[in-house]
């Protein structure tokens, strides 16, 4: 008799079920309700860009410029109403520099045909350089309390639940009616799966391209936004810690193949519940950072030769030029 076939996302989901109870016998203050609710807080953040991060690997990319679209353009924002001008102004300001962030990667990636790897790393570095050497007096910008009108996007709670975590269920929700319901997002499928039968089918994948890389970074600076609330400031130092792979490791652990064409906000949502219970089980036992970095490390490569695995790459999808 013959055993069904599980999906990554079924094994990840069996492996959180596992690790949650695990921690909740093991560890009593695991599963206390205000360390559940600042478990999932803490990869609020984490989760929004995977869900930005997730259309554009369904859609057979890579977007490595995300935490720079994270922290610079919304740390602008800041900057300029501290600096006394106007919200209306700052937010302009901050939404045109993202859009034109997006719409430069998504270019040159659709049109200019270069490959989304080195695109994205590239102009990542390059606005990061930009907003520290010419846009911010000091590496972390304060909240201005002018700002405070819109600090409800990442500051205080409803019914008990932290802003972050709203924001991440609203973008979850939206995310998911646009992959399910939106002709873009089947048309997101669709390039995914096979690039060249889209186009023959009459598809406008590039114009699709552009506005994949325009989302994914008007979804991070969304991110840095709700991030920069929560906090009362903004560090532009973030771009150089490890959030970009934890973002990878959210997509591709909770079942979106690199290959293209599969997965969906299911698949983020329980990406991200395991590598948060896992991190809080980790800081719970006083595990070090650089011990914890080893063992995302080591899921990270566990969950790409799963994917390579469930989802092996054929001539064929070697030839049209994924990521």
Request: hydrophobic residues 55%; contains cysteine.
């Amino acid at each position: 008799m013959q055993l069904p076939r599980l999906s990554q996302q079924a094994i990840v989901s069996a492996l959180f079920v596992l690790l949650f109870t695990g921690l909740a016998v093991a560890l009593p203050g695991f599963r206390q309700v205000d360390n559940l609710l600042t478990l999932i807080q803490n990869v609020s953040i984490l989760g929004i860009l995977g869900l930005g991060m997730a259309v554009i690997v369904i859609g057979r990319g890579v977007d490595l410029s995300m935490i720079a679209a994270l922290c610079i353009p919304p740390a602008l924002l800041l900057q300029l109403v501290g600096d006394g001008h106007g919200i209306a102004f700052s937010l302009a300001a901050a939404i045109a520099l993202t859009v034109a962030f997006g719409a430069i990667n998504g270019w040159l990636i659709a049109y200019a045909e270069v490959p989304a790897l080195f695109v994205t790393l590239a102009s990542g570095l390059f606005l990061a350089g930009l907003g520290q050497a010419f846009f911010f007096q000091l590496e972390t910008v304060q909240w201005p309390q002018a700002l405070d009108v819109i600090a409800s996007v990442g500051r205080g709670r409803l019914l008990g639940v932290p802003a972050s975590v709203w924001m991440l269920a609203a973008t979850l929700l939206l995310m998911a009616a646009y992959l399910r319901w939106f002709t873009l997002g089947a048309y997101v499928y669709a390039m995914g799966d096979n690039p060249q039968g889209a186009r023959t089918a009459g598809i406008p994948t590039r114009p699709m391209q552009l506005l994949q890389y325009l989302s994914s970074a008007l979804i991070a600076a969304f991110a840095g936004l709700v991030l920069a609330a929560s906090l009362g400031s903004l560090s532009t130092r973030i771009f150089n810690s490890t959030l970009i792979y934890d973002v990878i490791l959210v997509v591709v652990l909770g079942g979106i193949g690199l290959s293209g064409g599969r997965g969906g906000v299911g698949n983020v949502l329980i990406g991200t519940l395991l590598i948060g219970t896992l991190l809080n089980g980790l800081t719970i036992l006083d595990v070090g950072y650089s011990v914890q970095n080893l063992v995302k490390g080591l899921v990270l490569l566990a969950a790409i030769v799963i994917d390579t695995l469930l989802n092996p790459r054929n001539e064929e999808t070697a030839q049209q030029g994924d990521i």
